[in-house]
């Protein structure tokens, strides 16, 4: 029997009509015959007839049959004969009944060596390899099917050759196995390269995962590190491709352009997200080089990884680190300048507003020094929850530091009547917001805010600039009382710029010796000198002398007054120092002025101590001057103070009284020798004026509470006479001195 197909079906009836048809017609030439011999019995003739029409009939369809199949094999073979790969026809006996020449080629071994001997290439196969392959051989007979399989041959020349053995049933009619038809390939170039490729690869380091696969994707190898990573078992994932890994985090259009580098540059490496086989997903760094073969084909895929979980981790904190405030957790001043960058941008191509709310809570620094850093840490915390909640989640909200918040609304309109009710709007919400008590643990705290706004579309400011605008309208703000809001306007920043470089210039001043001192003399009411005030003065290089009262409010601001007090009191201690051994002014009381921030320094008392014994003067002859907003904050730490330095002989005077809100019992409290009366009242001192009263009242309560007074300002004669009138024991005031530089101030002395 024939392993090859038989007829087709056409080829089948067409055989049988022509022999049917032969069959009449020699049926009908014997009948003829018949009627022309009458006397010849007709059974010798139709038995005959009919048989021999049979067994004709029966002949030439199977000549016909076997010429139609030896034409078809023949065909067949002569296919088979030139391919390339090694095919074979074998019955179900182990006898072959086709082997293509390439036998040779693949083998080494002729196609009589397979005629002559069934079950031949099973001989070849190498001993390793013999129970897979029978155990294929016998699935092919039992079920007619079976895997591809790749097995080692030994060839004639004695190598060892992989095979690629793909093979088919062949059955007949009624499904029974006839015999098996093979197709072999030798494959040993191809294995080799997977090989050289997986040593290669694996040289390096073991905890990346390494996949190789074919040229279709097909994974052919995985290592441990692999499984470890992605929790495969090499068998699951053999012969499927990577996208089992895919997380779906990357649309198609990642996965197009990855396939169209490795195309074009035959690498790609990059980050991605893939999922584990528990179905965490996690990021890789991936690179894939494609392998090609000598005629540039590309023959495998090789796909290295290290899992960077914990890397990615780490960035997230450093970037987290980097771009949130670590107390508020809300972004910090550079997240919130990209920010900014980006919605200007975004306003800039849409034409929409935006608005920058810059927000600052009233004397935080009272809570902070008061109560401790602890509980202005939660107030913060709490500020930045109530402030998320006054914006939507399109909106930044920002912690710039300390209390300082910014909120950025994007996006909020095109027209400016209506943008600019609306930030007031938002503005207006966070103010009560933030104004509502505050409960820190068991204290309840009551805190407010001031905000400055400022409106922003496209590019034309600068982010920096943007955020300096609402800082100038929140500065407006905090002046105009606190608690408030105040918008931006362009007039504020030119004061601004003015301010800071005022600033500036003031620290050049300090370090160019571009100040310098004035005396200004204190009598009593005969005109006898009683000491002098210390006033200070800037030369500044450009804008000539420039009044302490112009540049003093900027110094404190600045934090510059420090240093500046602190240079002052060593010149003046120096001053009298050179004195010291003067017979006119050996006695001269110096006053010097000290400012709030100064005095307020946990370390003012020791810098004073210091210099009076740096300069080695009589501590009685300086007297401080301090104005009251350096004595209201702690009574009790002001007057530990204030003890410190009278018990070394230093002396106190209340500067520019009768301005603030000192209340009698209150400045019977402090150590104070001195009440100087603000020049303001004596301005306006004339006969019948409320100052009179005024200036009298603080006179006469002086007295009773045993203090000298000083009458600043005292220009004319009237106001003189007007405040001896009144007992007044002490002057100061153009009418007797002006500040004079200090060879003026010897002169003046020397007259009197
Ligand atoms: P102050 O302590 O009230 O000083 C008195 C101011 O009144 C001085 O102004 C003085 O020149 C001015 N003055 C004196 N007599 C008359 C007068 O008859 N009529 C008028 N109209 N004014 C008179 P100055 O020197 O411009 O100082 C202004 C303020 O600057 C001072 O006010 C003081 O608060 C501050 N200041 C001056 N020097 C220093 C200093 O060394 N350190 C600190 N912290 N502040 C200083
Ligand atoms: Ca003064
Ligand atoms: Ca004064």
Redesign the pocket.
Known sequence: MKLLPLLSKHRETYIRFTTFGLGLVLTFATLQLFLLLPQMSPRYFVIPTLLGLLIGGMLSTLVAMRKEINDRQQVIHAVADLAQEFIYLRRVDGSYEYVSPSCQKVTGYQQEDFYSRPNFMTELIHTDDRPTWNKHVHQMHTNGQAETLLVRINTREGDVRWIEHLCGDVRDDKGKILGVRSINMDVTERIQREQELWIAASTFETHEGIIITDANAHILRVNRAFCEITGYSSDEVIGYTPSILKSGRHDASFYEDMWKTLHAEGRWDGELWDRRKNGEVYPKNLTITAVKDATGRVTNYVGMFTDITVRKQAEDEIYRLAYYDPLTRMPNRRLLMDRLHQAMAASERNGSYGAVLFIDMDNFKDLNDTRGHDMGDKLLVEVAARLVTCVRSEDTVARLGGDEFVVMLANIGDDEAFVFKRAEAVATKVLTTLNQPYQIGSYEYLGTASIGVTLFKGLSTSVEDLLKHSDVALYQAKNSGRATLCLFDPSMQQALEERSAMKEDLRMALLGNQFC??F?AQVDAGGGCTGA?????WLHPQRGLI???DF?PF?EESGM?VA??LW?LEKACEQLAEWSSHKVNGDVVLA????AP?FMRPDFVADVLAIVNAKGITPSLLKL?L?ETSLIRGIDDTIAKMDRLISAGISFSL??FGTGYSSLSYLRRLPIDLL?I??EF??HLTGESNEVVIVRTIVGMAQNLGLRVIA????TQEQFEILNSFGCPGY????FA??LPVEGFESWLENH
Not at 533 to 537: F, I, T
Not at 712 to 715: A, D, I, S
Request: charged share 30%; net charge negative.
């Open positions: 001192l004035y200004q005030e210390v006033l200070l003065r009044s302490p009262a003093i110094a007054i500046i007090d002052v010097v002025n000290i400012s100064s001057e104005t500067d520019d100087k603000d020049r004596v301005r600043e300002g005292v220009e100061q005031g153009y009418l002006r500040p």
